[in-house]
T-cell receptor, first 113, second 113 residues
Framework: DTAVSQTPKYLVTQMGNDKSIKCEQN?????MYWYKQDSKKFLKIMFS???????INETVPNRFSPKSPDKAHLNLHINSLELGDSAVYFC????????????FGPGTRLLVL | AQTVTQSQPEMSVQEAETVTLSCTYD???????LFWYKQPPSRQMILVIR??????QNATENRFSVNFQKAAKSFSLKISDSQLGDAAMYFC??????????FGAGTILRVKS
């Protein structure tokens, strides 16, 4: 009965590799997000999708590409991983685009060696 | 641009005592929401409390309450009867229409038994 789930929980990989993180929500929400939490615990929005349509795209390198196959899923693909990509990535969802409460997944800790 | 400032990197409280975490924010919008999220060592982001800017009444959730001062752009969190399980990092966040959450840097709360 997990509301927002992410896989994998941990990801260790080499520089230059390509990896994906998957997110699924079973709350029936229309809007989903990706946030990045850096080593200093600072959280910043990366992307937001509403009903499969991209609505927020912060200044993120184009090595990061989100994909929303349906409104319950939002995946994050990262090409050519760099050391600075090491962080915790959180998926979240909310009912809509108004400032509703966002519910977060458990996070994916990515370590790039 | 929206900003959220948490001026206390770390706070300590004795079990059963009360502690207040500070947050100030800046926004040019008149309609927005404010949130406190808790992040325990498990790294899960848990919603603690939410406040709509148009409501004058301060939000309360059991032992958690806020002091929302709209003119001063201040949104502090009061935790009463502190428990060991309250130990976590607490993030203040500002949400506007379009639903990008802007987070503060966080305050680590330590609870002493």
């Amino acid at each position: 009965d997990t509301a927002v789930s992410q896989t994998p929980k941990y990801l260790v990989t080499q520089m230059g590799n390509d990896k994906s993180i998957k997110c699924e929500q079973n709350l029936g929400h229309d809007t989903m997000y990706w946030y990045k939490q850096d080593s200093k615990k600072f959280l910043k929005i990366m992307f937001s999708y509403n009903n499969k349509e991209l609505i927020i795209n912060e200044t993120v390198p184009n090595r990061f590409s989100p994909k929303s196959p349906d409104k319950a899923h939002l995946n994050l693909h990262i090409n050519s991983l760099e050391l600075g990509d090491s962080a915790v990535y959180f998926c979240a969802s909310s009912l809509g685009q108004g400032a509703e409460t966002q519910y977060f997944g458990p996070g994916t800790r990515l370590l790039v060696l | 641009a929206q900003t959220v400032t948490q001026s206390q990197p770390e706070m300590s409280v004795q079990e059963a005592e009360t502690v207040t975490l500070s947050c100030t924010y800046d926004t040019s919008e008149s309609d927005y929401y404010l949130f406190w999220y808790k992040q325990p060592p498990s790294r899960q982001m848990i919603l603690v409390i939410r406040q709509e800017a148009y409501k004058q009444q301060n939000a309360t959730e059991n032992r958690f309450s806020v002091n929302f001062q709209k003119a001063a752009k201040s949104f502090s969190l009061k935790i009463s009867d502190s428990q060991l399980g309250d130990a976590a990092m607490y993030f203040c966040a500002l949400g506007e229409y379009g639903n990008k959450l802007v987070f503060g840097a966080g305050t680590i709360l330590r609870v002493k038994s």
